[in-house]
């Protein structure tokens, strides 16, 4: 008895062969509980070992390998091929990053968006560890908690139209998680990060379309996270012109 097979077709890029991407279709083997990211280490495996991709966990958990899945940014190990059997699947590497290889990305200029708002405790002058942990209250802690979920998948650069049509936009992961230590009662770098966040290229370039929000695995929701960074840093504005003599 034949096995049941499924068709992908794959983006490949290898730049020493040629100048531009084209595609690959493959018959893979399909497994009722697999998913799309199944389907492609058995191409890697039996099929084609030239294959280039990232993942790891295959959990949900490490976010490393999220591709365009049918147009649509998604983490592969949570994509089931049975949600698209029989027909085939196109599958590409995240849009809005330039190709490495085949559906490997750069992510060179997000590593650098992220470090730019520095998404760590900030302290203008530590607590000596003699003096004990700096501790919280649970709902200290629930203030930031969701947006701490944050795996760096990128799935929402790829979703992100201000991304596609911006390169120099922070973007959604960091400027959500930004506003994850902005909300932490340990942190004390608020100051700095609105420097950063209040520019054209922060938070006042999103147009809140929400896109980022809808593909996000973990429902850390960076566009809440945005808009909450316009009201606190306007708020800010307005405490400043109206009362100057209480400035930070």
């Known amino acids: 008895m034949s096995k049941e097979t499924i068709t992908l077709e794959v983006l490949r890029y290898r ?24 389907a492609i280490n058995h191409i890697k495996d039996h099929i084609d070992g030239t294959l280039s991709y990232r993942w790891s966990c295959r959990m ?6 999220g591709m365009m899945i049918n147009g ?4 592969s190990c949570a994509a089931f091929l049975r949600d698209y059997y029989p027909n085939p699947i196109r599958v590409e590497p995240l849009a809005n990053f330039p190709i490495e290889r085949d559906l490997v990305i750069v992510m060179d200029d997000f590593m650098e968006k992220l470090t730019s708002v520095k998404p760590w405790i900030l302290r203008e002058q530590e607590m000596p560890i003699s003096e004990g942990e700096y501790r919280q209250t649970p709902a200290e802690l629930a203030r930031y908690k969701q947006f701490s979920m944050c ?26 998680l930004a506003h994850r230590y902005n909300l932490d009662s340990r942190d004390q770098g608020r100051s700095w990060r609105e420097q950063v966040l209040s520019t054209e290229e922060g938070i006042w370039a999103c147009t809140y379309v929400g896109t980022c929000t809808t593909v996000c695995p973990v429902n850390v929701d960076p566009a809440g996270a945005i808009q909450q960074e316009k009201m606190s840093i306007t708020a800010e504005w307005f405490k400043g012109v109206l009362m100057p003599w209480k400035g930070r």
């Open 72 to 75: 649509e940014p998604k983490l």
């Open 15 to 38: 730049p020493e062969q040629e100048q531009e991407p084209t595609f690959q279709l493959y018959e893979s083997e399909y497994r009722e509980d697999w998913v799309v990211l199944d």
């Open 151 to 176: 795996m760096n998948c990128m799935l929402c650069y790829s979703a992100c139209p201000v991304s596609a049509l911006e390169p120099d936009f922070i973007g959604p992961a960091a400027i959500a």
């Open 60 to 65: 949900g958990v490490c976010g490393s390998c």
